[in-house]
């Protein structure tokens, strides 16, 4: 079973719909990130959290939020979705202590139409 | 500047090529260093780190200069399974990573 999951895979939405991007994992990894990615720009992180209590903005957090409702689940929202919106989600965990190894889901495909 | 600049791709190789790629980093705090893999359009998977004295990894070998903020990575006898993408991915201060865009490698028979 895979330690990093996402839900949903692939979605196609429509401009100003409200999505929810979901990511859990099963590592008991305290670290959860949110990256996009686009070609050509690589990945670029968007929230990231170090602990339940903790949530801290990315590169390019505007038109998102996050929530982080335990150690296990990170949720990204898209509250109202609009066609430059449309990238790769990946979500990723790591266990800290600086070494900075990360673990990725296999991503979310979204289509904002 | 972005943080982290990559050779542009894509290097096209025959197997059994040897094959070098670069990056800079223009963040003189940033604190460790790395080489993930990506397939199309799937998840980043960690390569290898990179240290100071240079590590090898089978047919892998990364390099490190923090005087010229340069790190490298040589690919020796190159694979059909090589084919990837190349993320070099920079440790900042606080933990939070930050990729360069990538360089497309393709093995060719």
């Known amino acids: 079973d895979a330690d990093v999951t996402q839900t949903p895979r692939n979605r196609i939405t429509k401009t100003g719909k409200r999505i929810m991007l979901e990511c859990s994992q099963t590592?008991?990894?305290?670290?959860m990130y949110w990256y996009r990615q686009d070609p050509g720009l690589g990945l670029r992180l968007i929230y990231y959290?170090?602990?339940?209590?903790?949530?801290n903005k990315g590169e390019i957090s505007d038109g998102y939020s996050v929530s982080r409702q335990a150690q296990a689940k990170f949720s990204l929202s898209l509250e109202s979705a609009i066609p430059n919106q449309t990238a790769l989600y990946f979500c990723?965990?790591?266990?800290?202590?600086?070494?900075?190894?990360?673990?990725f889901g296999p991503g979310t495909r979204l289509t904002v139409t | 500047r972005k943080e982290v600049e990559q050779d542009p791709g894509p290097f096209n190789v025959p197997e059994g090529a040897t094959v070098a790629f670069n990056c800079t980093y223009s963040?003189?705090?940033?604190?460790?260093f790395f080489w993930y893999r990506q397939d199309c359009r799937k998840e980043p998977k960690l390569l290898m780190s990179?240290?100071?004295s240079g590590n090898e990894d089978g047919r892998f070998t990364a390099q490190l200069n923090r005087a010229s903020q340069y790190i490298s990575l040589l690919i020796r006898d190159s694979k059909l399974s090589d084919s990837a993408t190349y993320l070099c991915?920079?440790?900042?201060?606080?933990?939070?990573?930050?990729f360069g865009q990538g360089t497309e490698l393709s093995v060719k028979p």
């Open positions: 991915v920079v440790n900042m201060e606080g933990g939070k990573l930050i």
């Open positions: 990179v240290y100071s």
């Open positions: 963040n003189s705090a940033s604190q460790s």
């Open positions: 959290s170090f602990d339940v209590k903790d949530i």
């Open positions: 590592k008991g990894h305290d670290r």
């Open positions: 990723a965990t790591s266990g800290g202590g600086g070494k900075g190894e990360q673990y």
